[in-house]
């Protein structure tokens, strides 16, 4: 069955470091990947999609690769800040639809 | 701010009762996906509607079915409730054919007792 990964321990660093968090499937093809936001308590937010032709995406601080080889996508956030902590949720998709496949979060804190 | 709105934010329920999600879209999103958070983990796709017609079903059962509206809101309704069922329900909408984000409310958060 279709699985997606993510660092189930919750990441910690400095202000000023960069994040990097990991996202990994098996038994799956997707169109693409997508990097939310949660908050607790609120709902995810869009963060960057990347298409599997796409083996890098910059956004402002944030910067996503794919490897349709190794089945993996990272996601950096450079010169992190504490406003920077929550949740970061990898997913999946494989059609023009709003069906898409998560993985079960990261939680990253960045320490002042 | 996603223009995406659900109510109610919080509600509590016991087993056996039945329960109505409601949420309203961004006018334009003619397609609109429920999804179900378990504390802990990720969402979980429910289903998806299209112009009215469910056109894509996650792993649920039946006695999770909804509507979708011409006026851009939807429902989630859940019958016999059970414990398994106390979650976050999520309601993202987007426009068909748009590969790109899904616009997330915050949430309806469901306790069964």
């Known amino acids: ?112 | 701010e996603t223009g995406v709105t659900q109510s109610p934010t919080h509600l509590i329920k016991t087993r056996g009762q039945q329960v109505t999600l409601r949420c309203s879209s961004q006018s334009g999103h003619n397609t609109v996906s429920w999804y179900q958070q378990a504390l802990g983990q990720g969402p979980q796709f429910i289903f998806q509607y299209y112009r009215e017609e469910e056109n894509g079903r996650g792993n649920f059962p039946p006695r999770f079915s909804g509507l979708q509206f011409p006026n851009y809101s939807s429902e989630l309704n859940v019958n016999a409730l059970e414990l398994d069922d106390s979650a976050l329900y999520l309601c993202a909408s987007t426009y068909a054919g748009h590969t790109g984000e899904l616009f997330f409310g915050e949430g309806s958060r469901l306790t069964v007792l």
Not at chain 1, 19 to 42: E, H
């Open chain 1, 1 to 112: 069955s279709q699985k997606i990964e993510q660092n189930s321990e919750a990441l910690n660093i400095q202000e000023g470091k960069t994040a990097t968090l990991t996202c990994n499937y098996t038994n799956y093809s997707p169109a693409y990947l997508q990097w939310y936001r949660q908050d607790p308590g609120r709902g995810p937010v869009f963060l960057l999609l990347i298409r599997e032709n796409e083996k890098e995406k910059r956004k402002e601080r944030l910067k996503v690769t794919f490897d349709t080889t190794l089945k993996q996508s990272l996601f950096h956030i450079t010169a992190s800040q504490p406003a920077d902590s929550a949740t970061y949720l990898c997913a999946l998709g494989s059609s023009n639809t709003g069906k898409l496949i998560f993985g079960q979060g990261t939680t990253l804190q960045v320490k002042p």
